[in-house]
């Protein structure tokens, strides 16, 4: 018994030295409608960066999405997982990803994890990913969901990201995956210098403009529109003004 005791533990430990792999060998699992996605919606459009493109056709997009949604994983839009909040599409991924420049020594920040399926791509780039969530069973389906798919190198809590992940702060990349009627300044505060922040900025439920925020070595801020975007709400926090 005791033998068979330690071939377990050294089989379960194997398979989680497996699992914190970076980055994390590639699932065969529907490769054809992944490549499909990449060429047809991403590469026809404007997302060039060879690293995101590869990142999107890594990540297999179905284990982030519902049951009844396996049918339309790859389809090139948003697609609803709970709690009144979607997964979004294809190519918003990519562009918000690309727009990010990340590099493998970078630490990124995410607010909204939804599904994980953001933060998992993000993790295709660099391992120093942290996530945060704000509907508590996404948040721990999510949690669950990045473990077991291997993503163990994401770090994922519940709470406002309108306030970031001030026990980490200071992020060369913050990506929100949710609309705020303004730029959170704690989330200002945690950018780096030199760092690039990409954010849905508008009222909820109607039209947003998707901005890139900058912040320069010595600190200064700027920012420009992207595109016409619609995202679910950012809640919590983000009513209030600091």
């Given at each position: ?151 163990t190198q994401v770090a994922t ?86």
């Amino acid at each position: 018994m005791l033998a068979l005791a330690a071939v377990c533990l050294a089989a379960e430990t194997e398979n989680e030295k497996e699992k914190a792999k970076w980055p994390r060998p590639r699932s065969a699992e529907r490769q054809a409608e992944r490549e499909h996605m990449v060429k047809a919606q991403l590469q026809r459009r404007d997302i060039s960066d060879r690293k995101v493109l590869d990142a999107m056709e890594n990540v297999p997009r179905h284990w982030f999405v519902t049951e009844a949604q396996q049918r339309n994983a790859y389809a090139d839009r948003p697609l609803p997982i709970g709690h009144g909040q979607t997964i979004s599409q294809p190519y918003i991924v990519a562009l918000m990803t690309q727009l990010l420049k990340v590099e493998p020594t970078h630490k990124v920040l995410e607010i909204g994890t939804g599904s994980g399926y953001q933060a998992a791509v993000l993790n295709e780039l660099t391992p120093k990913v942290f996530s945060i969530e704000i509907v508590k069973p996404l948040a721990e389906a999510a949690a669950k969901r990045l473990k077991d798919r291997g993503y163990t190198q994401v770090a994922t809590k519940t709470g406002d990201g309108y306030h970031g992940w001030q026990e980490d702060a200071r992020f060369d990349a913050i990506i929100v995956t949710a609309a705020a009627t303004h730029i959170p300044p704690p989330l200002l505060k945690q950018l780096k210098p030199g760092g690039r922040m990409i954010i849905p900025v508008g009222a909820a439920f109607r039209v947003q403009q998707l901005m890139l925020v900058q912040k320069d070595e010595k600190g200064k801020i700027r920012s420009r529109v992207i595109c016409a975007v619609r995202f679910v709400p950012l809640t919590g926090g983000h009513e209030r003004r600091e």
